[in-house]
């Protein structure tokens, strides 16, 4: 087969197990004989005259690069190429300069490691630029559809799981009931599957609307059963009981969820009379070195991109199905958005256990 020389970029919020992913493609490549190419901070290094990147080589990728967090290659979660927002406060469509850039590096194919929104981006690049491009999923949110599972994920939920395993004795020494808010965008999973696992006596999620009255009611049934402390896990796109959204707005006027945690936390305290404290998690759920399963699925999905490649599939995304690698149609996957399911596993496990999931 001939030598190709293939692209691999990260874009969108990072996670934990990226970097292993990257490191699975650099080996599975070299062991084909290609050559992988690394693209600086997604597609945005592809804007310049001379588009930056890195030539990844297997040595490049052993000792600590399996294990550390974050994205050696930078990436970004802003400048839609499409309406890119310029100096003086326009939009400007830039995508042609980025399939520019795609056909100066020369390359066969491109990988991209992303969530649902860049893949939307990179799908759109593809086709007008008669790009190859295989997508590899990840977010810690686990929203994206067609894959039981992205990277990320296992270790965000290792993180909080671990956030409520330390508050839960300090909870207990001070008689309060402790707030963890997790991350997790629009969909409850985080927050269900770290608050089964961490012993939650609440979990809100924004998937299933809720009164404060029922928590208050489960928090003084705790206290009642003999127990001096709770624990309550929010979600941050959880909206105050009016239905109206929290939000912090960063540089730039960009918008992030926020601020949740503290209002359920003064309510329940009006209502119950108990101590409360707030713990916001936030970003500590995606730094940090990666899980095992972390590791893992990267390292197969990133084989699996590169196979896919060398078969000539592409525009198709590596997904993780009843403990099975394959591969799906990004188009698909982009359109099947996964939010928990309210007749689901988890969410019966949640209230056979007891758990008030607020509603
Ligand atoms: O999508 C991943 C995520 O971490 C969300 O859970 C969170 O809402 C958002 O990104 C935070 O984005 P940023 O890193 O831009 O603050």
Redo the contacts with the bound molecule.
Sequence with gaps: MAKKRIGILTS??D?AGLNAAMRAVVHRSHILGWETIGLINGTASLLDENPEFRILKPNDMSGTVLRAGGTILGTT?RGNPFAFPMPDGSLKDRSGEIVDGFRKLGLDAVIGIG?DGSFAILKRLAEQGNINMVGIPK???NDIGMTETSIGFDTAVSVATEALDRLQPTAASHDRVMILEV???DAGH?ALAAGIAGGADVILIPEISYSIDKIAEKIQAVKESGRNFALVVVS??VKKEDGSKLEMT?QGG?K??GGIGYYVSQKLSDATGYETRVTVLG?V??GGAPTYNDRLLASAFGVKAVDLVKEGKFGRMVAWQNRQIVDVSIEDAIKAYQDVDLDGTMVQTARALGISLGD
């Design positions: 969108g919020g996670c979660n969530g977010t810690i949110d991350m997790g965008r985080i941050e796109a960063y960009e992030r969820y970003h759920q995606r």
